[in-house]
């Protein structure tokens, strides 16, 4: 974690009291959940548990019913009342996704370049100089002007992380970035992830992956049916978890 932790740093996410409903299904009950600027937090609980709804109220790709939000300063409303809030939230906030999303008419570069030009505003030397050293950064600066249906899954969602972090975003969200991926590309993409977390970027992580988690997290929360069951450093949750839910939980996927 980084040094700002300790000093009396704006925290990055504060959602008070957040309820979400699909229909009748109420996915999201009463979650707190406060963020500090270079945080490392790891989301994991069963498939259907309500991980990626959380994650992606975030950046208010969902709408929730009740409670407050507050993302770097911006604070989004109850049933997306807050279009303003959402267009800077959106430049603010990288997302990668299980399935890595890329525009596949596009070349890497251009897949890295477009929202920084279209939306940023860079102009398209700056783009394409901040993209190579991206690219670089994740390890495939020579696949730049390939197409993603040429690149392997690993290699494909590297891209994705490039694309993300060419907006300078001050938050990461990642929903399983690895699960899509074969066996021998899980490690490439946690190594840029790593990395990441080295720099101080905050972030906040879905993943089955539980040696990661317990290696890069600060935090790690555990969530059953819509609600926060617990939460801890890595070790205290993962050695000794205090609820049962926890603990037949991590029986199953240690
Ligand atoms: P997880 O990521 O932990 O697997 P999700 O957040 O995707 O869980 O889903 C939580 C619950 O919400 C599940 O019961 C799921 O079926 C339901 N759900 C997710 N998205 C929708 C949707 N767009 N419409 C209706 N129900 C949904
Ligand atoms: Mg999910």
Redesign the pocket.
Known sequence: MSETMSNTTQPIVRMQQLNKH??S?H?LNDIDLTIVPGEVVVII??????????I?CINGLEEFQSGSLVVDSNELLPHGKSTKALQTIRTEVGMVFQQFNLFPHLSVIDNVTLAPMKVRGLSRDDAVSNAKRLLDRVGIADQADKYPSQLSGGQQQRVALARALAMEPRLMLF?EPTSALDPEMIGEVLDAMRELAKEGMTMVI?THEMGFAREVADRVIF?HK?EITEQGHPEKLFDSPQHERTQSFLARVL
């Open positions: 699909f229909g299904l996915v609980g069963a498939s259907g548990s309500g991980k990626s709804t959380l992606r929903d879905v969530i819509g």
